[in-house]
C-alpha cells in the first residue's frame, strides 16, 4: 500500500493518497448516436441490448453491441426522459421528466403507459431503480421528494425530503430494500424505511459537501462521490461512522457517474477534467488503482451501469456517444 497521510476529524477520516494508481487495463469505445440530444443512463437488458434515453431529443433508444445498430423509439411529446430501466418482462421504464410521470414503454408494440405523479409538486422524476420486490424507487430532484411505484397496482407513494430545496438526485438500494439517496442540494444522504416509509436524513461531515451518486456494496455500506469537494466517500449505517478519500484529481474532480463491478470494486468518472477520467478505487486496498482518459473527452459521464456477462460498464456522453468500457 502506498503512503498516504490520514487526518481524523470528529466522525470523519479523510485519506489523501500520494500519487493516483493507473492500474488495471481498460478499453473504452465510443459509438457515436445518431440523433442529437444528450443520450445517457444506459441499461443493458437480458439480451444484451443497450437501452437509453435521449434526454435533449426526448426519445427512448437502444443498442445492439453485436450488430452496431441503434433503434429509436417515440414517447410523448414534452417528456424529455432523464433515465430508464429495463424489466424482467422488457419492459422499458423511464423517468418522464419534464412532465411529471413515470413511463412503461412496450419495445413491441411502441406503445407508452404513463404513471402520473399524484402531487403535481412532484413534477420532474429523475432516477429509477428496482427494489427485490420488483417495485420502482425513484428521486425527484427539483420537486425535492423520493417516490415508490407498485407497478401490480399502478400506486405512486411520495415521501417529502425534510430539507427545503434538498434535490434528491442518485438512488440505490440496499440488501434490506432500504433505498439510500443523494440529497445534492445539501451536505446530506438520505434513507427510507420501506415499511412505514419514514425518511432519515444523515448530514456529511464537511459542511460544503455535495453528493450526487451513490453505491451500496454487497456489506452494506453506502457509498458516495462529492461532485463539489472532489472525494469519494463511505458511509458505514451500523457505526455512522464516515471516511474518505481524495479523488487523483482533487478539487478539480467533479466526481459523477459511479458504479461498482462484480468484485465489489467502485468505479467513478471525474467529470471536471479534459478529457474526463474513468476512475476505479478497491475498498480492500482503499487504493485508487486504475484511472483511464475517455478517448472523446465525454464533455460528462452523468451515470452508468455495470454488465456482468460482459465484465463492462456502460455509460453516455455529452459528446453524443453511448460508450462501453470494458474492464481488462
Same mark, same amino acid.
Given at each position: 500500500?502506498?503512503?498516504?497521510?490520514?487526518?481524523?476529524?470528529?466522525?470523519?477520516?479523510?485519506?489523501?493518497?500520494? &500519487?493516483?494508481?493507473?492500474?488495471?487495463? @481498460? +478499453?473504452?469505445?465510443?459509438?457515436?448516436?445518431?440523433?442529437?440530444?444528450?443520450?445517457?443512463?444506459?441499461?443493458?437488458?437480458?439480451?444484451?441490448?443497450?437501452?437509453?434515453?435521449?434526454?435533449?431529443?426526448?426519445?427512448?433508444?437502444?443498442?445492439?453491441?453485436?450488430? +452496431?445498430?441503434?433503434?429509436?423509439?417515440?414517447?410523448?411529446?414534452?417528456?424529455?426522459?432523464?433515465?430508464?430501466?429495463?424489466?424482467?418482462?422488457? /419492459?422499458?421504464?423511464?423517468?418522464?421528466?419534464?412532465?411529471?410521470?413515470?413511463?412503461?414503454?412496450?419495445?413491441? /408494440?411502441?406503445? #407508452?403507459?404513463?404513471?402520473?405523479?399524484?402531487?403535481?409538486?412532484?413534477?420532474?422524476?429523475?432516477?429509477?431503480?428496482?427494489?427485490?420486490?420488483?417495485?420502482?424507487?425513484?428521486?425527484?430532484?427539483?420537486?425535492?421528494?423520493?417516490?415508490?411505484?407498485?407497478?401490480?397496482?399502478?400506486?405512486?407513494?411520495? #415521501?417529502?425530503?425534510?430539507?427545503?430545496?434538498?434535490?434528491?438526485?442518485?438512488?440505490?438500494?440496499?440488501?434490506?430494500?432500504?433505498?439510500?439517496?443523494?440529497?445534492?442540494?445539501?451536505?446530506?444522504? &438520505?434513507?427510507?424505511?420501506?415499511?412505514?416509509?419514514?425518511?432519515?436524513?444523515? +448530514?456529511?461531515?464537511?459542511?460544503?459537501?455535495?453528493?450526487?451518486?451513490?453505491?451500496?456494496?454487497?456489506?452494506?455500506?453506502?457509498?458516495?462521490?462529492?461532485?463539489?469537494?472532489?472525494?469519494?466517500?463511505?458511509?458505514?449505517?451500523?457505526?455512522?461512522?464516515?471516511?474518505?478519500?481524495?479523488?487523483?484529481?482533487?478539487?478539480?474532480?467533479?466526481?459523477?457517474?459511479?458504479?461498482?463491478?462484480?468484485?465489489?470494486?467502485?468505479?467513478? @468518472?471525474? /467529470?471536471? @477534467?479534459?478529457?474526463?477520467?474513468?476512475?476505479?478505487?478497491?475498498?480492500?486496498? +482503499?487504493?485508487?488503482?486504475?484511472?483511464?482518459?475517455?478517448?472523446?473527452?465525454?464533455?460528462?459521464?452523468?451515470?452508468?451501469?455495470?454488465?456482468?456477462?460482459?465484465?463492462?460498464?456502460?455509460?453516455?456522453?455529452? /459528446?453524443?456517444?453511448?460508450?462501453?468500457?470494458?474492464?481488462?
Amino acid at each position: 500500500m502506498r503512503n498516504r497521510a490520514v487526518l481524523a476529524l470528529l466522525s470523519i477520516a479523510v485519506v489523501v493518497p500520494v &500519487a493516483p494508481a493507473s492500474g488495471q487495463n @481498460v +478499453e473504452i469505445r465510443e459509438w457515436p448516436v445518431e440523433w442529437e440530444g444528450r443520450p445517457r443512463d444506459p441499461y443493458v437488458d437480458g439480451q444484451g441490448i443497450v437501452w437509453f434515453v435521449g434526454q435533449a431529443g426526448n426519445y427512448i433508444a437502444n443498442f445492439d453491441p453485436t450488430t +452496431e445498430q441503434f433503434k429509436r423509439f417515440e414517447i410523448p411529446e414534452g417528456s424529455h426522459p432523464h433515465n430508464l430501466i429495463v424489466d424482467t418482462d422488457g /419492459t422499458v421504464w423511464y423517468a418522464g421528466n419534464r412532465d411529471a410521470y413515470i413511463g412503461a414503454l412496450s419495445p413491441e /408494440t411502441g406503445q #407508452v403507459k404513463r404513471y402520473d405523479m399524484p402531487n403535481p409538486e412532484a413534477r420532474d422524476p429523475h432516477t429509477l431503480v428496482f427494489d427485490d420486490a420488483g417495485n420502482i424507487w425513484f428521486t425527484v430532484q427539483g420537486g425535492n421528494f423520493i417516490g415508490r411505484l407498485n407497478k401490480s397496482t399502478g400506486k405512486v407513494d411520495l #415521501v417529502a425530503s425534510k430539507t427545503e430545496r434538498s434535490r434528491p438526485y442518485g438512488i440505490e438500494i440496499d440488501s434490506q430494500g432500504r433505498p439510500w439517496i443523494n440529497l445534492f442540494g445539501t451536505n446530506k444522504l &438520505a434513507t427510507i424505511d420501506p415499511g412505514t416509509m419514514t425518511l432519515r436524513e444523515i +448530514e456529511l461531515p464537511r459542511a460544503d459537501a455535495q453528493s450526487r451518486r451513490i453505491a451500496v456494496t454487497p456489506d452494506d455500506m453506502v457509498w458516495y462521490v462529492d461532485y463539489q469537494g472532489g472525494y469519494l466517500g463511505r458511509y458505514d449505517p451500523k457505526t455512522s461512522q464516515f471516511q474518505e478519500w481524495a479523488s487523483p484529481s482533487a478539487a478539480e474532480s467533479q466526481p459523477y457517474a459511479m458504479g461498482q463491478d462484480a468484485q465489489g470494486r467502485l468505479w467513478f @468518472v471525474e /467529470t471536471g @477534467v479534459d478529457p474526463n477520467q474513468f476512475v476505479g478505487f478497491d475498498p480492500k486496498t +482503499e487504493e485508487f488503482f486504475s484511472v483511464t482518459p475517455i478517448p472523446s473527452g465525454a464533455g460528462a459521464v452523468r451515470h452508468m451501469v455495470f454488465h456482468g456477462p460482459t465484465n463492462s460498464f456502460w455509460f453516455g456522453t455529452d /459528446t453524443n456517444n453511448i460508450a462501453r468500457a470494458t474492464l481488462n
